[in-house]
């Protein structure tokens, strides 16, 4: 892999941005309202701006163009299903939301269903699923600066640790919300400029072809370092020698090997190629249901996960939460048009990442393969990493800040400013262990799993509790027991153990498609059979969520 | 609701409609059988816009794996030089969710605009 010696700076330059943007919020955070809320005083295009800017992870910056490397056209549901589940939001959830004056989703347990049970059920998911969608962003951190710079793992990961509990223990939403602001922009830079570049060098190159049939040939000459184990199969179609005669081979782990310009790219096992690349169904998606199961649990996790919702908190009122939602739906789709593009053009410019199964970090080295070790490939190439680093700074925050707001008010104390910043040290320290602990996860899995637990507890929570007058605190709870509880268990045994063949695999693997329904229809069910539990102020409750906001009752 | 005619409209106008404005409130705020009617067909036509809108999402997106599978021609097929499914689900998908998206807000913001009215002004 190229470094390029302008990374690092602008790593650390991002970073230091982002603390003193945090340190200039920590001067006007002055009142525990001020720290967590951010007063409410953030016009809706900025308030949009930092959703957006907080949503887009480690899994949209890096993760989107490498599984679409890697998998080819049926990863594109990904993408599509995170900005989909914006427009689920606006539509079910986004102005009643704002106007229950629920800050967190215990919050809203509480305020609809009136129970104390339920809140600290709903706490214990959001501590989950917040952690659950910690550990891959610091440890894309750790691959992001092992990449670029050739620095060890661990430091990656401990630095973006280390700052964003830093400035969220300090400054609290406020801070936050500058900079996240701040970091959807620079995001958007960092993938949408080098791309400009890209297209420009692949016209110039005469438009090689994206998926050769049956395979490709290396541009140039390819150093490729084998850190796993891997079999490959050369074709014996070749015109130029390669390092490996025709046929398989087993590469042992540790290997390096040289593939000059023009011999054929081996095939390699578990990574899609040629045609089935191209078309939807191919051997890397686990067919319709793990398709149907994506589209589920992206496009109804989105409004159940704890860092969005804490956001329409500072919305002035519920039409401005709607408004705001629609610009998010806008910047989160300009953005996703650019990952796709790296993941593409990654077929031809970076086939070595194909072989050594490293395909999450193609959008960092593509500037670089492409453009060659001129400077304009390395300013690219360090403009990318920046952009990833924002990333991974600004989710980060995001997740922390309501994982801590939900530990310092429902399981440390009683939700004062000291309480939160013990609280953000807690929440930043278990993902970072587990970050260093646990093997290398695929980064758009985890967060995929994240979305599925979100997609089967809360969803159904929302949109019974703001819908439906009949929802129970009982029949909530046991909906999110049986649904979120199904969707838990699966990621533990996705994660736990070896991944079971055939059917159970694919239901342990894809749970929405299963547990998203089961939790609507427990839920429904418990509550027509609690009937007698339905909270008396349930009329008042509905008036207070639906009635316009002009409207001064 | 009640009018007043003749002169006495004119002299009483203001008194009454302020009258009449903090009756329909106050019928939404105690729950009586007029205020939630009110409040439940609110709800019911916000929910139907967004099930509606819903409706077009899931159909419009979520048809497509199944239409890839049913015929594999559409998914091979390439308007523009791109593979179809690439332009449907890389390009296309974003300005659509956004449209939808817009007509919510319309849509919702008209609704909750005539509730007001019928509200404020009970009269008309």
Known sequence: MPHSPYALPAIVAVTLVTVVIGAYGLRLARTTSDFLVASRAISPRSNAAAISGEYLSAASFLGVAGLVLKNGVDMLWYPVGFAAGYLALLLFVAAPLRRSGAFTLPDFCELRLGSTRLRKLSAAFVVFIGWLYLVPQFQGAGLTLQTVTGGPYVWGSLLVAVVVTGNVALGGMRAITFVQAFQYWLKLTALAVPVIFLVLHWQADGRPAITPVPGGTFAAATTVHFENEATLTVPDSATVDGPLGPGRHVIPAGTVLTFPAGSPVPEVAGVVRGEPWLLPGGPGSGGLFAAYSLILATFLGTMGLPHVLVRFYTNPDGAAARRTTLVVLGLVGMFYLFPTLYGVLGRVYAPALMLTGDTDAVVLVLPGLALGDEVLGQLLGALVAAGAFAAFLSSASGLLTSVAGVLSTDVLGRGSVRDFRVASVVAGVVPLVLALRVASLDVSLVVGLAFAVAASSFCPLLVLGIWWRGLTDVGAAAGILAGGGGAVAAVLATFGGHPSPGWTGTLLSYPAAWTVPLAFAVMVAVSLATRRRLPGTVALTMLRLHAPDGLRL | ?124
């Open chain 2, 1 to 124: 609701m009640s009018t007043v005619e003749g002169r006495t409209r004119i002299v009483l106008a203001e008194v009454a409609r302020a009258r009449e404005v903090r009756q329909t409130a106050v019928e939404l705020t105690q729950q009586s059988p007029v205020g939630d009617a009110l409040l439940r067909g609110l709800i019911r036509t916000q929910l139907a816009h967004a099930l509606r809108l819903a409706a077009v999402v899931v159909v419009g997106l979520g048809g497509l794996p199944l239409l890839f599978a049913a015929a594999p021609s559409v998914a091979g097929s390439r308007p523009l030089g791109v593979s179809l499914p690439w332009l449907l689900l890389g390009l296309a998908a974003y300005p659509f969710l956004f449209v939808v998206g817009a007509m919510y807000v319309r849509l919702a913001e008209r609704t909750e605009a005539e509730f007001t009215d019928l509200v404020e002004r009970p009269d008309r």
